[in-house]
């Protein structure tokens, strides 16, 4: 094989949406060379899709608000599983990260007398939600893309090129992790259009490639969240944390089927939108449940009169945190409660006057006008539960957004874990991709110039098996002589692709059970073994085939870790609803799942079939610090510590 390009860098952020921009930024301004890498085109990665805003406990619409309440608020969501501290920095830093968005020409939305405004979301006491209309972080996007072109034309004026401290190389997909000695080295990648092969060499790696959602059928994920960065982190040796955690926003669309899972944002309901079922009854007052029931209204004539008096009403139900809403739409449904096509209703028209609903939710009110032939300003929408976001991710340090037991390796953003513990609320994201992606950026930084001289250098030898990974779905070949299936052709990726979807979807969904993710377990085993046998026609000059035959290593090994944990997780909490355990344990809030590789090596041919690939360790959740358990009252706490740690 011809010998691989290299560039040396000192830093790689590996994604280019909200945390990896903040971490590129950050990591150029302490003054590390910081290449850039985006499987997608600059500027259109995921975070372009958010809607809602960036929750931040800024009080320019309630004075009430504070980190604290937030830090509270963020727990409650999480169920206490939250990785503590890292809700402790969020909702401490999150302000900050707004405001100097906006020292970088971010155009919020505005209150009244000229602040930046700020709307209700499910799960937040105030109103929290820096936004822009429904297109929030299409103008996040933008601002963080204007200052890194900021930057670059610094570097022109000061160093003659204007990509001498930062470089962004787009549609350019990273496939390994390179390591010398058990630190990182670089990043082996291809370039979509031509199919050539490089390797950025580069002492610290920022992951930051969002999530997984395209293992499911029903998301409102983007192309790219096929778990690549969740897959390179475990390649290299670092353990996900709590997989099993996987967040099914409540409103999707439903209809047309061409659409079903694009996502319908959560400020419709945070707006005064109401869910109603097929006998008009707005339910989500029946499904309040006991650990939220002092804070949720008891009747629709109080929640209504909380949108203009929150201070002496409590909220309605409708913003009850994600995961009581979907399992309540769930349960709807399958009670034949339904809407015609297999959600609930969703209505603003009779909420709100049309020109209202046309100003506040704009893209709302075109994607159901083009999709959907409805008009929201008139009509109920069709709505019902969709794979939005995952909670799990790499295990970090707190504080540092270091990968664990992998020396160079950050990761900050959606494919991070910790932060949301059991569920995320709304708004959560954005805020937690600023703060993350800013102290990753730091991190790396400062342990790349630690290095000095002595820095790794990416061994030849797994270069050329990356090389040889990637090219593998070119020569695949079919089941050998004496194989079950022997004479078969090689396997279609596509097929392959829309198997896992509908096993994962079918299978660990969002009510689970156990024979049901056995079942997943033998069928990931099988679908395993097939994919080794994918195959693709054509050369290596944009073949959405091939690319796609090697992001199933990636939907293959994440859909394995949820699996796995979400089968040993004997108990339900948040994003995890197994209807053979239906309560929350208290015993297992001490208890987090790290998925690793069964093969240390890094390897996957060898791994056994029923095994599989993924091992899963039990591990201790660390205590929450007393003077942040005293931000709550006792008797709240007893709902959800275990007993020892009450003692404690
Ligand atoms: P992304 O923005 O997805 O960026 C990932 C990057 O990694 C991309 O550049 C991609 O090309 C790159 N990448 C991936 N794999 C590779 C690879 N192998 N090699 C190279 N590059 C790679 N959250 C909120 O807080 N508020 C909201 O209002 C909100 N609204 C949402 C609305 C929708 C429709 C959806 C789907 C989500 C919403 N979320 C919201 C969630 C939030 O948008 C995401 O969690 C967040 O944007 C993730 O950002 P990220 O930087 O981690 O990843």
């Not at 797994?462 to 022997?486: C, H, I, K, N, Y």
């Amino acid at each position: 094989m011809s010998q691989v390009e290299r560039q040396q860098w000192d830093v790689v952020v590996v994604g280019a949406g909200g945390a990896g921009l903040r971490a590129a930024i950050e990591a150029r301004e302490q003054g590390a060379r910081t290449a850039v890498i985006c499987k997608s085109l600059f500027g259109k990665a995921h975070t372009v899709m958010a809607e809602g805003g960036i929750a931040a406990a800024m009080g320019n619409v309630n004075d009430g608000d504070s980190w604290q309440v937030h830090f509270r608020d963020t727990l409650r969501g999480g169920k206490f599983l939250n990785q503590w501290r890292m809700a402790e920095l969020h909702a401490q830093e999150a302000p900050d990260r707004v405001w100097e968005l906006e020292t970088w020409g971010a155009l919020f939305d505005r209150t009244g007398d000229g602040r930046i405004s700020q709307r209700n979301f499910g799960g937040h006491e105030y109103p929290r939600l820096a936004h822009v209309g429904d297109r929030t972080g299409l103008e996040l996007i933008r601002t963080l893309q204007q200052k890194i072109v900021a930057l670059q034309q610094e570097d022109k004026r000061q160093l003659g090129d204007y990509e001498a401290g930062l470089k962004v190389f787009q549609e350019c997909t990273v496939t390994r992790i390179v390591k010398e000695d058990g630190r990182v080295a670089g990043v082996f990648c291809y370039e979509r259009e031509t199919g050539r092969f490089f390797v950025i060499e580069a002492p610290s790696v920022v992951i930051a490639t969002g999530g997984i959602g395209k293992s499911f059928k029903v998301t409102s994920n983007s192309w790219e969240y096929t778990g690549d960065g969740h897959a390179l982190a475990l390649l290299a040796g670092a353990p996900l944390l709590n997989m099993e955690f996987v967040q099914f926003h409540p409103t999707g669309m439903v209809w047309p089927p061409s659409v079903k899972g694009i996502l319908v944002t959560e400020s419709v309901r945070g707006d005064g939108g109401v869910l109603r079922n097929s006998e008009g009854k707005r339910f989500m007052f029946d499904y309040i449940p006991d650990v939220f029931k002092e804070k949720y209204a008891e009747s629709e004539e109080e929640g209504d009169r909380w949108y203009d008096d929150p201070d002496r009403n409590r909220r309605p139900p409708e913003l009850l945190p994600r995961d009581e809403v979907a399992r309540a739409i769930n349960a709807e449904v399958k009670a034949g409660r339904g809407s015609p096509h297999g959600g609930v209703f969703l209505d603003v028209s009779t909420r709100m006057p049309a020109e209202v609903i046309r100003r506040r939710l704009p893209s709302m009110y075109h994607q159901f006008k083009e999709l959907a032939d409805v008009d929201i300003t008139a009509e109920a929408m069709e709505v019902g539960p969709t794979c939005h976001y995952v909670m799990g991710g790499i295990a970090v340090d707190s504080d540092t957004a270091a990968a664990r037991g992998v020396p160079g390796l950050y990761a900050a953003g959606e494919v991070a874990g910790g932060m949301h513990g059991s569920n995320r609320l709304g708004g959560n994201s954005l805020s937690d991709l600023l703060v993350f992606g800013r102290r990753a950026g730091l991190h790396a930084a400062q342990y790349a110039t630690g290095l000095g001289g002595t820095r790794p250098v990416a061994d030849e030898l797994q270069v050329t098996e990356a090389a040889a990974e990637a090219l593998r779905p070119f020569s695949a070949e079919g089941p050998a002589e004496g194989e079950a299936d022997e004479g078969r052709p090689p396997e279609n990726p596509y097929t392959l692709h829309q198997e896992l979807q509908q096993t994962m979807n079918d299978l660990v969904g969002i009510i689970r059970r156990e024979p049901e993710m056995a079942q997943a377990l033998k069928k990931l085993a099988e679908l395993r073994a097939r994919a080794r046998r994918a195959g693709v026609e054509g050369h290596r000059q944009f073949n959405p085939g091939w690319h796609l035959a090697l992001d199933l290593r990636n939907m293959l090994l994440v859909s394995e870790c949820i699996a796995r944990a979400a089968l040993e997780r004997t108990e339900s909490r948040g994003g995890h609803t197994r209807e053979d355990y239906p309560g929350m344990d208290r015993d297992w809030r001490r208890a987090n799942l790290l998925c690793q590789l069964a093969d240390p090596t890094g390897g996957l041919a060898a791994t056994d079939s029923v095994r599989g690939q993924i091992k899963l360790e039990r591990v201790e959740t660390e205590p929450i610090r007393p003077d942040l358990l005293a931000l709550f009252e006792k008797e709240e706490l007893v709902k959800y510590l275990a007993e020892e740690e009450l003692y404690e």
